[in-house]
């Protein structure tokens, strides 16, 4: 069963009416993790804030539709589409830093997000989610909560837009390169708790990745974009056995071919 389709989506720069995406179909199977491909300037990341509509100032869909469980997004009212990002669909940013304000604590944040989506108050709301960053191997959660986003590594900070999400419980979560600027480690760490949540909560994840690596840890469809078109999709261990694009073989082998060179 398809939680998401793209039917048709083309999305140009309005100034020069240069084509970003053009004729773009494909469908996300609820419950699975669907990883879309791509070196930069692929198309990918559009692809992925067109269906938040949160295109960038300058850009626009031009035809096209994005359906969510039947209901095309581009239909729905600035009231509906606001609680459609929350409570429907959660994005995880490449540099979380940028998703919080400097000036507050980590714990009021997170419960403002959550507050203008949902009734809870704050006791429950912070048993709730110490016991959420506990399972996701944050220590010290009573801690962290007091403490400002510049405190906090990277990882951490991915580590809470994780505990948010979850928090948050939506259907969709739309990650974008949420590992790249990450040490092995940690993106590691966080790949496993994308993979739990869609094993314990059965949510649909939407991953925009450059990385075969993080493809073949995570994914069960897979999407591969090339300037703005859609080249070839299918099961990952289709496209990992049988890749039919000279494109698709080049970015597998970016990842996992190295040549064998010596110092003299």
Avoid: W
């Avoid at 073949?216 to 469809?221: G, K, L, P, T, V």
């Avoid at 859609?230 to 000279?246: A, L, M, R, S, T």
């Amino acid at each position: 069963m398809n939680i998401l389709e793209v039917k048709g989506l083309r999305i140009e720069e309005e100034k020069n009416k240069k084509i970003l995406v053009g004729n773009t179909n494909f469908e996300v199977e609820k419950g699975k993790i669907t990883c879309i491909v791509g070196e930069s300037g692929s198309g990918k990341t559009i692809t992925a804030m067109s269906i938040i509509g949160m295109l960038p100032q300058g850009v626009r869909v031009i035809e096209g539709e994005i359906l969510f469980n039947g209901e095309n997004t581009f239909n729905f009212s600035k009231e509906k589409l606001r609680d459609f990002r929350g409570k429907k669909i959660f994005s995880i940013f490449q540099n979380s830093i940028n998703c919080f304000n400097p000036s507050v604590i980590m714990e009021t944040q997170i419960y403002n997000m959550i507050c203008s989506h949902y009734s809870i108050d704050k006791e429950n709301f912070k048993n709730k989610l110490i016991n959420i960053m506990k399972n996701i191997n944050l220590k010290n959660p009573e801690i962290i909560l007091k403490q400002y986003p510049f405190q906090l590594s990277g990882g951490m900070l991915q580590r809470m837009m994780i505990a948010s999400a979850i928090l948050m419980e939506p259907d969709i979560i739309i990650a974008d390169e949420p590992t790249t600027a990450l040490d092995l480690t940690s993106q590691k760490d966080i790949l496993n708790q994308l993979k739990m949540i869609k094993e314990k909560l059965n949510t649909t994840i939407l991953m925009i990745t450059h990385d075969f690596g993080v493809v073949a840890e995570i994914a069960d469809n897979v999407i591969i974009m090339q300037n703005g078109n859609i080249i070839e999709k299918g099961n990952v261990y289709n496209i990992f056995d049988n890749p039919q694009e000279n494109y698709t073989r080049t970015l597998i082998n970016a990842t996992f071919k190295r040549e064998v060179t010596y110092v003299c």
